[in-house]
């Protein structure tokens, strides 16, 4: 049973709407608290309510600022932790360093695991999080850490609309397996994008198609858009082997460098994404096809049942 004097969701600085949001569809009002950022660019946080004995919540996603947001979501666990809080769970919409999530240069951190360490260091004892960029940085935890995914809630939005002629598309072979869940759940064939970075300029270029996508309507399926490179490349690939309309379902919007104008140049048919980061409202005139669906209530649902020691995994089945 949910025990409202016990649990407790605070919110950082990053994304207050979405832990309202999540607040909201828990029973439970956001925590409060201060945050002070000093002239020598010092963050304090003062938790402004007894956290004793609690189970306790932190939203904080990965967005700009970033570097500041990390190291506030830091302080903010150790204050938790230090004002006796009994367990403390960081809820990570969209994690940070997701993409370092692998020595694939000589001399390089895995940074994504570094944040898993500075989380157990500060006093996090789980971890939720949605969509990571791959499953093995679960592997980086130490503590138990629940994943979950955008699928059920992309999946909605995509059947209220005519399937029939569709087909779900990976932008390269990394995304095939979340892809290939994807179209499993709308009962879609697939179809994937070979796809290449020359470097660390971010610049994506796809190379070839395998699967049929000739006069389909194609939704590409991926796990963020973060300078729209990977996305714009799989609309002109789509486009040139004959696609008949681009839909795009991604979870978390970076939406960084030269995204806006690659996807706008795109010409996408609907751009569909999460709110697992917030999308400024420039963004969301800037493209007219898109649509931000929430995340709230699933992770209020996660939450809920963490804190009644329930299954996670079963609101993913
Ligand atoms: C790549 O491995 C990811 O799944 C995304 O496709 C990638 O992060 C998107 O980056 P960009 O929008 O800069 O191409």
């Known amino acids: 049973m949910t025990d409202p004097a016990r649990l407790k969701i605070f919110s950082g600085s990053s994304h207050p709407a979405l832990a309202k949001a999540i607040a909201q569809h828990a ?3 956001l ?53 006796s809080a009994d367990r403390i769970t960081a809820v990570l919409p969209y994690f940070p360093y997701a993409r370092s999530d692998k020595k694939d240069e000589a001399r390089i951190s895995i940074t994504a695991r570094l944040m898993a ?16 960029h791959s499953p093995q940085i679960m592997g980086f935890f130490r503590r138990p850490a629940d994943q979950l995914l955008a699928t059920p809630i992309l999946k909605e939005h995509f ?8 087909v779900v598309v990976a932008t390269d072979a990394g995304a095939g397996k979340i892809a290939g869940h ?27 198609l395998i699967g049929e996508v000739k006069d389909k309507d194609a939704i590409i399926y991926d796990d963020e858009i973060a300078t729209g490179g990977s996305i714009a490349e799989a609309a002109r690939i ?28 795109a010409a996408l048919d609907e751009l569909v994404v999460t709110d697992t980061i917030p999308v400024a409202d420039e963004k969301r005139r800037a493209l007219p096809n898109l649509k931000v669906l929430s995340t709230a209530k699933l992770f209020a649902d996660a939450l809920t049942r963490i804190h009644e020691g329930q299954s996670v995994s079963a609101m993913m089945e």
């Open 27 to 29: 029973g439970v009002p």
């Open 31 to 83: 925590g409060a608290l201060r945050v002070t950022r000093f002239s020598n660019e010092n963050i304090k946080i003062k938790i402004d309510e007894n956290v004793r004995g609690c189970d306790v919540f932190v939203v904080q996603t990965s967005a700009s600022p970033l570097s500041d947001h990390i190291v506030e979501l830091l302080i903010l666990i150790d204050a938790l932790k230090f004002a």
């Open 117 to 132: 360490d500075l989380l157990e260091t500060a006093g996090a004892d789980r971890v939720l999080t949605m969509t990571l």
């Open 159 to 166: 059947r209220q609309g005519d399937l029939s002629n569709s």
């Open 182 to 208: 994807f179209a499993k759940r709308l009962h879609l064939p697939m179809a994937v994008i070979d796809k290449r970075r020359v470097d660390d300029s971010e610049k994506a270029i796809g190379v070839d």
């Open 238 to 265: 789509l486009r040139d082997f004959g696609a008949r309309k681009v839909r795009v379902g991604v979870t978390h919007a970076v939406l960084s460098g030269p995204a806006l104008e690659r996807l706008r140049d």
